[in-house]
């Protein structure tokens, strides 16, 4: 089998940029979200990294020109994934939502399509469940910002077949990806290190052990992290890492849980770089605010 047209699901920050590096790669791509102003702002989006990368020496105006060819959008799961050969889900990290997806995906798209879950923490042995071919059914954790991160996590459910992980694998590695392969654990190795880390910043900002300007500094120029704990939070999106922590602690323990600062963050909306406000201010760029 060969894969030639990726359908991409969740318009958001990952899957805008799965949908870049696929159509950069070569593969048709479809994005499909169910906000017509969300699929807007992601081909807009994607149009200003293609323009970043041609400043920079990273992509061809050649190239640029047939990524944004190869790419298109839609609304409608049912169709897009009738012409799949592989699917890439993206909606937020909540099973009931991954699990109407896939229920849908699979419902429509041909007997060889594979689908796959960018999820970070949910376990694609559960995802495979949903779906009638769990044997056709991986995660494939990629990271953020997508086109600039070199890793994709695969990971097997309990009747994922080999070929589906060969078939992943190749086209991780045609998008410019290194892969490893994790055995499934809630969390799999990035997340759940990520999570505690990023949760015991959160503490500390909590306990007022340092500023979060500090807090950061420290843990990039002490421990060598390209980015401190608390931006990486903002980049990610505050509500994508307390739904991680959540399912971290529902499924191993007390360690998990999640900081009462982050939960009062996501309740008043700081969610991060793409509400303007989270941990720090992006309403001026240059202007970091605290708490
Ligand atoms: P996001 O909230 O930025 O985007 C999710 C998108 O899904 C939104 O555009 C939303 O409109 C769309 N959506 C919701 N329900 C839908 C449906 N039924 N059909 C189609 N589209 C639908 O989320 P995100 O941060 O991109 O996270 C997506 C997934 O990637 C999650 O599983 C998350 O855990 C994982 N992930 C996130 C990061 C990160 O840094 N944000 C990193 C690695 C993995």
Do not use: C, W
Request: no cysteine; net charge negative; glycine share 8%.
């Amino acid at each position: 089998m060969t894969i030639n047209r990726v359908t991409v699901v969740g318009a958001g920050v990952m899957g805008r940029g799965i949908a870049y590096v696929s159509a950069l790669s070569g593969y048709q791509t479809e994005l499909v979200d169910v906000s017509e102003e969300q699929l807007q702002d992601a081909y807009e989006h994607t149009k200003q990294t293609a323009a970043k990368g041609i400043k920079r020496g990273k992509v061809t105006e050649e190239e640029a020109e047939q990524l944004l060819e190869r790419l298109h959008t839609s609304l409608d799961l049912a169709s897009s994934a009738a012409s799949a050969d592989l699917v890439i889900e993206a909606v937020p990290e909540k099973s009931d939502l991954k699990q109407k997806v896939l229920e849908t995906a699979d419902q429509h798209a041909p007997d060889h399509t594979i689908l796959a879950s960018n999820t970070s923490t949910i376990s694609p042995t559960e995802l495979g469940s949903y779906t009638k071919r769990p044997e056709k059914v991986v995660a494939m954790h990629f990271f953020n910002p997508v086109h600039v991160m070199k890793l994709v996590e695969i990971i097997r459910g309990l009747e994922t077949s080999d070929e589906t992980v060969e078939m992943v694998r190749q086209t991780a590695e045609k998008m410019g990806k290194e892969t490893v392969e994790v055995n499934e654990f809630p969390g799999f190795v990035t997340s759940r290190i990520s999570a505690l880390v990023g949760n015991e910043a959160f503490h500390m900002l909590q306990e007022g052990v340092a500023s979060a300007e500090d807090i950061d500094k420290a843990i990039k120029l002490g421990l060598n992290y390209p980015m401190g704990p608390l931006e990486l939070g903002d980049l990610v999106g505050l509500d994508a890492r307390l739904n991680n922590l959540n399912y971290l602690y529902e499924t191993l323990g007390e360690k998990y849980r999640p900081a009462p600062l982050l939960e009062k963050y996501v309740k008043a909306g700081r969610l991060g770089r793409k509400t303007g406000r989270g941990v720090y201010d992006y309403s001026n760029e240059n202007e970091l605010i605290k708490k």
